[in-house]
């Protein structure tokens, strides 16, 4: 079974372009592939959401253009001789 939190990352992904039209720049709330939120830092949209959904059912995604909205990359000082 798909768990909620992919088909949310996937509403995010499906509507990415309305949604930053709508809250660019703005930390999400998803739930059920819903918007419930939208703040303005990531502590903020999990201060406000554990007050009414449980850990673990709800996504919180930034919201800004492009694919770096959802990857990451580090970067390591290592250099092997």
């Known amino acids: 079974m798909e768990s909620m939190l992919k088909k949310d990352f996937d509403f995010f992904l499906n509507n990415q372009n309305e949604l930053v039209k709508k809250y660019n720049n703005q930390y999400l709330v998803i739930v059920n592939q819903v918007v419930v939120g939208a703040y303005n830092s990531f502590e903020e949209a999990l201060k406000e959401s554990v007050k009414d959904h449980e850990i673990g059912t709800f996504l919180i995604q ?16 290592v250099s092997f001789i």
């Open 62 to 77: 930034k919201c800004t253009s492009g694919v770096s909205a959802y990857t990451q990359t580090f970067h390591s000082r």
